[in-house]
Antibody
Framework: QVQLQESGPGLVKPSGTLSLTCAVS?????????WTWVRQSPGKGLEWIGE???????NYNPSLKSRVTISVDKSTNHFSLKLSSVTAADTAVYFC???????????????WGQGTLVVVSS | DIQMTQSPSSLSASVGDRVTITCRTS??????LNWYQQKPGKAPKLLIY???TLQSGVPSRFSGSGSGTDFTLTISSLQPEDFATYYC??????????FGGGTKVEIK
């Protein structure tokens, strides 16, 4: 059974770069799924950040695109998120998730990591 | 971007009640609509995909319907473990994928 686990610093300074990694266990990151990051600001709703396929294809939220990089490391079965020039508005719980495609429909986020809180503060 | 409007934003209900949550999209998305349940401090959990297909392991009291721009999540008989926040999400166009604002289901 595939499981996801986020890791990374819980505190990032303003103007710095937020870096998180998601470890994929129980399955291969080279499977036919998209690997995704979603965030949730305290007390708020869910915001899709972006996604990557193992081939290297990516899609990013236009609102964050200039600051976001998602990458996949097939050798370690991890994928990563980098968000640059962070401000307090980037304080959130960051989730990694797998987007799986189902017949006759778009994809859905069927497996999630537990989430990790990142606070942007000096 | 496709805008997602959920209603109500919150509701109070009793155990055993039938609960209905709606999601409206700003443009047609066929059946490319998913529903998630999120409990405090936890990751969202996929309940329904493709508007009406129950994810494996999800109780049959949950159901989804709709197509085009109007969708509904129904809980036929609310159970204590169902008190949570529910989100719809469209998978028709990316980027960006978008979520509804959420519906918090509270105990009356």
């Amino acid at each position: 059974q595939v499981q996801l686990q986020e890791s990374g610093p819980g505190l990032v300074k303003p103007s710095g770069t937020l870096s998180l990694t998601c470890a994929v266990s129980g399955g291969s990151i080279s499977s036919s799924n998209w690997w995704t990051w979603v965030r949730q600001s305290p007390g708020k709703g869910l915001e899709w950040i972006g996604e990557m396929y193992h081939s290297g294809s990516t899609n990013y939220n236009p609102s964050l695109k200039s600051r976001v990089t998602i990458s996949v490391d097939k050798s370690t079965n991890h994928f990563s998120l980098k968000l640059s020039s962070v401000t307090a508005a980037d304080t959130a719980v960051y989730f990694c998730a797998r987007k799986r495609y189902y017949d006759r429909s778009g994809g859905a986020f069927d497996i999630w990591g537990q989430g990790t809180l990142v606070v942007v503060s000096s | 971007d496709i805008q997602m409007t959920q209603s109500p934003s919150s509701l109070s209900a009793s155990v055993g009640d039938r609960v209905t949550i709606t999601c409206r999209t700003s443009q047609t998305i066929n059946n490319f609509l998913n529903w998630y349940q999120q409990k405090p401090g936890k990751a969202p959990k996929l309940l329904i995909y493709a508007a009406s297909t129950l994810q494996s392991g999800v109780p049959s009291r949950f159901s989804g319907s709709g197509s085009g721009t109007d969708f509904t999540l129904t809980i036929s008989s609310l159970q204590p473990e169902d008190f949570a926040t529910y989100y719809c999400q469209q998978s028709y166009t990316t980027p960006p994928l978008t979520f509804g604002g959420g519906t918090k289901v509270e105990i009356k």
